[in-house]
């Protein structure tokens, strides 16, 4: 049975890059269209500063997708169980003014760019890059951090963050 082993791995190993070729170059129909409307997210993961300990992130964020790759947000992010510093709606307690972009590809997949007003003194705000998967024909939306800038920074810091999000408006079943 060992001597079967590495001949299954191969098959394995080949189905595999066989199954990332063909998903690269398939068309499910998707376009910046098919991301539209208000999305509840939940955050989670780490900072990873060199050097430095890990900081928690946890969070929740509401993103309006404009259907024609423009994005705004609001969110209330807690960081190593401190409420995060921004400007907040003095009502809800959340961060405003967060505003970006995205691009959604053929395949149903995508990125983003979120940008945040730069804190009193600080010349730039932090930004966020967004690596995602859309899925139940764009209801749902699955994203992963691919780069950090934080406030007047234009140096990135490694992070592990990932969100989920759900359409708003759209009755489950």
């Known amino acids: 049975m060992k001597a079967h082993i590495p001949a299954i791995l191969l098959v394995l190993a080949c189905s595999i ?3 990332a070729r063909a998903q690269s170059g398939d068309n499910d129909g998707c376009t910046n269209a098919t991301l539209f409307g208000d999305y509840a997210f939940r955050v989670d993961g780490q900072l990873l500063p060199p050097g430095a300990p890990p900081i928690a992130r946890q969070g929740v964020a509401m993103t309006h997708f404009d259907g024609a790759g423009g994005l705004t947000q609001v969110d209330f992010v807690m960081s190593n169980g401190a409420p995060l ?3 907040a709606d003095p009502t809800t307690g959340f ?6 972009s ?4 053929p395949d149903c997949t995508g990125s983003a760019e979120i940008h945040f007003p ?3 003194g600080v010349a730039s705000g932090a930004e966020i890059d967004l690596m995602f998967v859309l899925g139940d024909h764009g209801r749902i939306i699955h994203t992963v951090v ?6 007047g920074s234009t140096t990135p810091v490694p992070a592990s963050i990932h969100s989920d999000g759900v359409q708003m408006g759209f009755p489950r079943s």
Do not use: D
Not at 95 to 100: K, P, R, T, Y
Not at 102 to 105: D, G, I, L, P, S
């Open 17 to 19: 890059s066989g199954a």
């Open 118 to 120: 730069a804190p009193p």
């Open 102 to 105: 995205y691009k959604v590809n």
């Open 95 to 100: 961060h405003i003014s967060e505003q970006g």
């Open 146 to 151: 691919s780069r950090v800038l934080q406030p």
């Open 85 to 87: 510093a921004g400007p």
